[in-house]
C-alpha cells in the first residue's frame, strides 16, 4: 500500500508519502517537485537479508527504509556515486563462504568498491561496519548467513547498535549518502524492538510477517497460522 498527502508551503508543496512493501519501487521520484519531503516507511520487513539481521541481532527491520535512503542518496559526482554504489551492494548470493570472503574484503576496506571514497567517508562507513561485524561476532550462537547480504542494511544494523537508535541510525546514513536537503526519512514506529505484522483472514487462519501478507504463501507453509480456540481478535 502507499499513500500521501501535500500542503503548500510558500510556492513549494511538501509532501509526507508513506510506503509499504513492493509499492516502494514504482513510485515515481518526487525529487523534481520538491525536496520538501518526508518519507514514512515501515519497519517490519521481514525478507531477505533483514531477516536475517532481525533473526541474529534483532530490533526493527531496516531494509524498506534503506531502500529509500538509496533512492534519494546524491549520485551528482564520482564520490557519491562510489558511496551510493557501496551502500547499495549484495554480497555474493553463491553461497555463505563466498559470501563471508567477500565481505571480509569490504569490512577490512580493502575491496574494490572503497575505490573513490575518500578517507573520512571510509573511516565513517567502516566504523559501522566494523561494529556491525562485531555483533554478529557476539552471537556466535546463531550463525549468520552473509548470502545476498546488504552492505547497507549491514551499516544501518551496525549504526543502530552503536548509537542505540534507529533515527539516529537513519540520521547517520542520511548525513553519509547525501540526501536532498529538506527530505526526511521516518521510521513509522518508534522502537528498537522487533516488529511482526499479522493479518487475519475471514476463515480465522492469521497469517504473519510482512513478506507472507504481500505474497501469501500455500495453506501448508509456517506463515499461515490456525487462530487458537478462545483467542481474542485483539489478541491475535
Known amino acids: 500500500w502507499g499513500a500521501h498527502c501535500a500542503m503548500a508551503v510558500g510556492e513549494e508543496m511538501a509532501f509526507l508519502p508513506a510506503y509499504q512493501g513492493a509499492i516502494l519501487s514504482g513510485l515515481p521520484s518526487l525529487r523534481a517537485l520538491t525536496t520538501k519531503v518526508a518519507h514514512v516507511l515501515p519497519v517490519s520487513d521481514d525478507g531477505g537479508s533483514t531477516a536475517e539481521i532481525v533473526r541474529v541481532l ?3 527491520a531496516v531494509g524498506d527504509i534503506r531502500s529509500r535512503c538509496l533512492r534519494l542518496a546524491d549520485d551528482s559526482n564520482d564520490e557519491a556515486n562510489a558511496v ?7 554480497l555474493s548470493s553463491k553461497s555463505n563462504r563466498a559470501a563471508r570472503a567477500e565481505w571480509y574484503e569490504i569490512v577490512e576496506g580493502q575491496h574494490e568498491l572503497w575505490d573513490g571514497v575518500s578517507e573520512p567517508y571510509k573511516h565513517t562507513i567502516r566504523a ?21 547480504g546488504s552492505v547497507g542494511n549491514f551499516f544501518f544494523a551496525g549504526a543502530r547498535v552503536y548509537l542505540r537508535s534507529l533515527e539516529a541510525a537513519v540520521f547517520m546514513f542520511s548525513r553519509v549518502a547525501r540526501l536532498p536537503t529538506g527530505s526526511q526519512v521516518l521510521p513509522a514506529i518508534r522502537t528498537e524492538e522487533r516488529i511482526t505484522l499479522g493479518a487475519q483472514l475471514q476463515d480465522g487462519t492469521l497469517i504473519r510477517g510482512q513478506n507472507a501478507i504481500s505474497h501469501p504463501p500455500g495453506r501448508t507453509s ?9 483467542l481474542s481478535h485483539s489478541q491475535a
Open 58 to 60: 534483532g530490533g526493527p
Open 84 to 90: 551510493k554504489n557501496l551502500l547499495a551492494h549484495r
Open 128 to 148: 559501522f561496519l566494523v561494529e556491525f561485524h562485531t555483533q554478529v561476532i557476539r552471537h556466535s550462537t546463531e550463525r549468520f548467513d552473509f548470502s545476498n
Open 222 to 230: 509456517t506463515g499461515i497460522h490456525p487462530i487458537p480456540p478462545g
